[in-house]
């Protein structure tokens, strides 16, 4: 889909929403602490605010309209977020103040979210608008979030380095079983999981608008070679590089 076609598809969702979603949006950007999207009734991204980008290491909102939490997340962390979306849509009524048990860059312990059907002027179920925020820690606590945070920083923007865990525990001097203990319980997945997920989605970003061989992409975003990318492409997608690239090229 092109970024023409994104736009077009999330404008005549936001026209669906009524007069006021493109105000609401406006308003969820301007929120540092505060992550906001609207999906539509098929699951897809309709709108992203500037703090879920971050959180989900998206560049731009419109990189992610039109693309489901399983297109971005690993099945674990996609699921919870699905799941919760089905509800709302199967009751149609909200789901007020629930623990988000996999946020992607924000401790799973103190994440709470609000989750609202959306409806048109009709009536219809459109789909579900989700706002959620991190509470205060628990007294005492270290914030592994804020302690971790230059580790995620340092995947963003190194992903296609040698990382290693020895590395990134010491970025935050713990050990490494004490850093992949904290990691996994901060994000909900281990942090070698987490930096294949990085890796792969930015191999999807240049299959998706490149020509670049799928080996040049391989080692362009820390895979050993082409192989390894398809090995593990196939396990989180579960399709490999070239089918993707076939079914989502943009232009």
Not at 81 to 104: C, E, G, H, M, S
Not at 175 to 190: D, E, W
Request: with cysteine.
């Amino acid at each position: 889909m092109t970024r023409r076609e994104k736009k077009k598809l999330q404008a005549d969702f936001l026209r669906k929403a009524g007069p006021n979603a493109a105000t609401f949006k406006a308003a969820m950007d301007a929120l540092p602490e505060v992550a906001f999207y609207m999906k539509d009734a098929e699951g897809r991204i309709m709108a992203l605010n500037r703090r879920n980008c971050d959180i989900c290491n998206i560049h731009d909102e419109l990189d992610a309209v039109g693309l489901r939490s399983s297109d971005i997340f690993p099945g674990p962390l996609a699921q919870s977020y699905i799941a919760n979306d089905l509800i709302v849509q199967k009751t149609r009524r909200p789901l007020i103040n629930f623990r988000n048990p996999r946020a992607a860059d924000w401790s799973n312990d103190n994440v709470v979210g609000n989750i609202f059907p959306l409806f048109d002027q009709a009536g219809t179920f459109i789909g579900t608008l989700c706002i959620y925020s991190q509470s205060p820690s628990v007294d005492g606590a270290p914030d592994w979030h804020q302690i971790l945070k230059p580790v995620t920083e340092h995947i963003a923007q190194h992903y296609a380095e040698d990382i290693t865990v020895d590395g990134l525990a010491a970025m935050v001097e713990t050990s490494p079983s004490n850093f992949r203990r904290q990691f996994t319980h901060t994000f909900g997945i281990s942090p070698g999981r987490y930096l294949t997920a990085i890796r792969i989605n930015a191999a999807r970003k240049l299959l998706e608008t490149t020509d670049k061989l799928v080996s040049e992409i391989a080692v362009e975003t820390g895979f050993w070679d082409q192989s390894h990318l398809t090995k593990l492409f196939k396990r989180e997608r579960g399709t490999t590089p070239g089918e993707y690239r076939r079914r989502h090229r943009t232009s």
